[in-house]
């Protein structure tokens, strides 16, 4: 960076935020970001509070870790929370060397952030892939409201424990579809199947109630746009919008901290005797992590 | 540069380290347990989430003070970053759960 050299107030000498222009610009951006990201959340507080009774427990859509078996709810979200703090720390570490004009260290802890960052989008993958498969299965009714199939304690079956019985239940794997005249005979035979609320209370139906709720009903596997089998629709909307655009935030900040590494190995910064592009990358990086912090409480811990 | 004051080394970037390891880990953890004391409603929603709230405001503070190095800007920086942000989120927040009850009772 070259210094301004005019010491005139009226010539640029003034220095009121005692910042480069680049990165007070990136923080402006950073706020305009923050509102938006405030925008979306509030907005999912709000149909959320709407539609209390009919809205998915994190906790029971978000259930699978890569090679354990059963239930582990919060486990994976826990890993990319861990993975994306991480790889705070290591720009964080990357801006501390370039400071110090440490070439080879900066493009070390640049490489440790652009992995971690890799890893976490990655793992956004997989979770949207299963999100996307479906784990249990729903029924949506007439009135388009989706519950789930549980026995008379209260524990939610898999529409393949429905059809096929508790034992064999878990032989089948998450590709299997299911034609509604399958689950609904299943229902209809077994005395302790009823239909319940996804949302926190469980409220089920009574036996009557599911048996008439059966009646225009359609099974649904998996979630998209306009099915959701977790339970309303919008949260499966929030869910691809929120986490999408805030994976796409992290795949952004993934192709820019390449960039700025690929300039650190070139010696631009070396060149200029400043790193404040680095400073600049981590400044977004971080708020990336932010944005994080608050979607993980927000979608999966409240 | 306006950092002079600025902790030097990476000691002090490992400690803030552990300390969001060590915040993240109690949230998992009570959002795993959910223990029965914690679920008492309270403010319109129960004492856990507004821990959890609570927690994420502190590691927030922490990754912006720190790892966003905003403690150490001047404040004039500071402030034009600071308060736009402290008055229009938690209003928008109020609005919206505000009108997202009425409407839920509606």
Known sequence: MKKNTNTN???GGNEPMKSEYGKMMMWFFLISDALTFSGFLTAYAFVRFRFEMQWPVAEDVFTHFPGLQGEQPLLYVAFMTFVLIMSSVTMVLAVNAGHQLRKTATAWWMVATILGGAIFVSSQAWEWYHFIIGDKG???LSSSQVLKVADLEGEVLSLSQVVNGMENGHKANHELIFSDEEVFSS???NNNLVLQNPGKDHMPLTREATLRALNGAHVVQGANMIHNEYGKQQFANFFFFITGFH????FSGVVLNIMVFYNVM???YDRRKSYGMVEKIGLYWHFVDLVWVFVFTFFYLV | MSDHDSPQ???WIWKIFWLLLAITTIEVVLGIVKPEILLTSLAGTSILNLLFIGLTLVKAAYIVQYFMHLK???DSLRYSIY??????IPYLTFILIFEGQNIFEF
């Open chain 2, 9 to 11: 080394g990476t000691a």
């Open chain 2, 83 to 88: 308060l736009p942000v402290i008055i229009l």
């Open chain 1, 247 to 250: 994976g796409f935030h992290v």
């Open chain 1, 266 to 268: 070139l010696g631009t």
């Open chain 2, 72 to 74: 150490y800007e001047v």
């Open chain 1, 9 to 11: 107030v009226w010539g």
């Open chain 1, 187 to 189: 229902i209809r035979l």
């Open chain 1, 138 to 140: 729903g029924v949506e």
